[in-house]
């Protein structure tokens, strides 16, 4: 099974942000602007601890 990967950048501002690419290189999530690095590391590791187990809420139907 192929895995995506964090694309960890830096804007014209000096801000960081990253982006969630699946295997096939396409953007499937986008962060918000972190004004450090560390900040930005914190964001894919929260990413990548509560994605695994988050749940779907619908709001199509109703």
Do not use: P
């Amino acid at each position: 099974m192929a895995t995506g990967t964090f694309e960890l950048k830096t804007g014209a501002d000096g801000k960081y942000h990253f982006s969630l690419k699946a295997s096939n290189g396409q953007i499937i999530a986008s962060s918000q602007m972190y004004k450090t690095k560390n900040g930005a590391l914190n964001g894919i590791e929260s990413v990548r601890s509560h994605a695994a187990d988050a749940t779907l809420k619908d709001t199509t139907e109703g």
